[in-house]
């Protein structure tokens, strides 16, 4: 009868010719003994090859995180102060809502238009909207990330002049552009902004230094550095993820009620001054009206 440790140790012996333990043309006493020598090597050399692959799989890679991020969003060209509506304009058209004549979004851009005006706009849109001062790059990239292009607001030039009391006097140096990207470096910091200035016939790119020191890190408004504003489509399937994301992101306005309060208190001032403005003008047409009924008396 053969023995049970001859046909192992012939077995064994073909799956090690090629090691340096097993020379060519050797011989394998079927004892036992040399069964057990044999069937020890073959298995030592099985959990080496394990270990090895363990070790090769679990020590993690080095993988760069540069990236670059930009969404399609249309770039417009704004009129005289139309900064607000004509970015709220690049908004509408990128999630296919027609803002129509954006030119004549408002009645009159004499002094622009506060945060809450384009937000109560953007409402009457079927727009879901949130906003935030003091934000982050990071939120910003947040939000691109979501295909949400964020509306932000600062001084375009840099310089600060927060004052409730001269803020429709300095109203118009106030600006608002998009946000429409990001780049990111190897280690993941983000080191450019993309957007579209409306001032600008094409789409921007600046490194995230300028962007903040020349642009977001400066506001008119006491408070309202790094403002943005993020919004996406109401009850629209097409764009469900983006309102989704944008309500999880943002369960409400990123706000204190102090910066809540002068918010409130520039969109009165704001009104008051166009209230005025639509007053003097009537005023204006009808001394003009009478004016030129009294010329008439003397054709």
């Known amino acids: 009868m053969i023995s049970k440790y001859k046909i192992f140790s012939d077995f064994l012996a073909s799956k090690i010719t090629a090691s340096s333990t097993v020379k060519k043309g ?66 509408m058209k990128y999630y296919g809502i027609d803002p129509g004549n954006y030119h004549n979004m408002f009645s009159s851009d004499t002094v622009g238009h506060s945060p809450l005006a384009l937000k109560e706009k953007a409402q009457t849109k079927n727009l879901t909207v949130r906003q935030a001062n003091y934000g982050t790059l990071e939120d910003l990239a947040a939000l691109v990330d979501m295909g949400i292009p964020p509306l932000v607001l600062g001084i375009y030039g840099g310089g600060n002049n927060a004052s409730l009391a001269d803020y429709i006097s300095n109203a118009s140096r106030a600006h608002w552009m998009v946000v429409t990207g ?19 016939s094409t789409p921007q790119c600046w490194t995230t230094s300028d962007f903040l020191n020349k642009f977001w890190n400066n506001n008119i408004i006491p408070g309202g550095h790094r403002y943005f504003m993020a919004m996406a489509p109401r009850n629209n399937s ?62």
């Not at 369960?251 to 409130?264: G, N, R, Y």
Request: charged share 20%; with cysteine.
């Open 182 to 200: 990001y780049k990111t470096d190897e280690t993941g910091k983000i080191t450019h902004i993309y957007f579209n200035n409306p001032n600008c």
């Open 26 to 91: 050797a011989t394998f006493n079927t004892s036992k003994t040399t069964f057990l020598e044999v069937f020890k090597t073959v298995a030592q050399k099985e959990l080496s090859s394990l270990q090895i692959a363990e070790v090769a799989t679990s020590v993690p890679k080095l993988v760069s995180l540069k990236k670059e991020v930009k969404l399609c969003v249309p770039n417009l060209i704004q009129g005289h102060n139309e900064c607000g509506p004509t970015s709220l304009a690049m908004i």
């Open 238 to 299: 097409s764009w469900s993820f983006q309102e989704a994301a944008l309500r999880r992101f943002l369960p409400q306005d990123k706000i204190s009620s102090a910066f809540k309060a002068t918010l409130e208190t520039i969109h009165e001032l704001e009104e008051a001054f166009y209230a005025s403005e639509r007053a003097a003008n009537t005023v204006a047409e009808a001394a003009k009206d009478a004016w030129n009924e009294v010329c008439s008396w003397f054709s």
